[in-house]
């Protein structure tokens, strides 16, 4: 099994570009999520869905919109880069909610706006 | 909103001594997970606690829930190269909450 797969590992952008991050699970999983890590900043949840058709805001949404496409695929997208933006990005799934157990993470998309 | 505090933020060891994590949290907690973080990599997760004063080990790695579930520790005996990493809490909310509030993170340097 391949887990979770993030595509691209890695993109530059420049201010005011858009892009889609990709995510697929292939554990079956219901809920997924995106995160974005910074330095000294920890994880901060962007989007989550908790199941096929579901999405819900995080802590930090704005500037980023996303779509459960199906059961297995959960996307990212910035409609217009900014620098603040960034970051590492994961995405991650578990079969249930979040708090209840383990979350498996993708090896991450490392984005850079200039 | 809820706040975790981890401490330390950095941990710089001799490979052999011991090392402590702890978490923190002003609210009563649902559960807590524990996750790694190799430098580079993603977070993978370690383990999770959800009953009162639970104690888990993993060979020289022992979790412990608080009894009050407001805080837990990761303890590792005799560090090894290969331990390090940044290590992560990350709490569930007692009641309704399907997210988890992760911590800053602890980050262990291991000396040969």
């Known amino acids: 099994n391949a887990g979770v797969t993030q595509t691209p590992k890695f993109q530059v952008l420049k201010t005011g570009q858009s892009m889609t991050l990709q995510c697929a699970q292939d554990?079956?999983?219901?809920?997924m999520y995106w995160y974005r890590q910074d330095p000294g900043m920890g994880l901060r949840l962007i989007y989550y869905?908790?199941?096929?058709?579901?999405?819900d805001k995080g802590e930090v949404p704005n500037g980023y919109n996303v779509s459960r496409l199906n059961k297995r695929e959960f996307s990212l997208r910035l409609e217009s880069a900014a620098p603040s933006q960034t970051s590492v990005y994961f995405c991650?799934?578990?079969?249930?909610?979040?708090?209840?157990?383990?979350?498996?993470f993708g090896e991450g998309s490392r984005l850079t706006v200039l | 909103g809820q706040q975790v505090m981890q401490i330390p933020q950095y941990q710089h060891v001799q490979e052999g001594e011991d090392f402590t994590t702890y978490c923190n949290s002003s609210?009563?907690?649902?559960?807590i997970q524990w996750y790694k973080q190799r430098p580079g990599g993603h977070p993978v997760f370690l383990i999770q606690?959800?009953?009162s004063g639970e104690v888990k080990k993993q060979k020289r790695l022992t979790f412990q829930f608080g009894e009050a579930k407001k805080n837990s520790s990761l303890h590792i005996t005799a560090t090894q190269t290969t331990d390090v990493g940044t290590y992560f809490c990350?709490?569930?909310?007692?009641?309704?909450?399907?997210?988890?509030?992760w911590g800053l993170g602890t980050s262990l340097a291991v000396n040969p």
């Open positions: 991650a799934s578990s079969p249930g909610q979040a708090n209840t157990g383990e979350l498996f």
């Open positions: 554990m079956n999983h219901n809920s």
């Open positions: 869905s908790a199941s096929e058709g579901t999405t």
């Open positions: 609210t009563t907690l649902s559960n």
């Open positions: 606690l959800v009953k």
């Open positions: 990350a709490v569930g909310r007692a009641g309704n909450n399907r997210k988890l509030i």
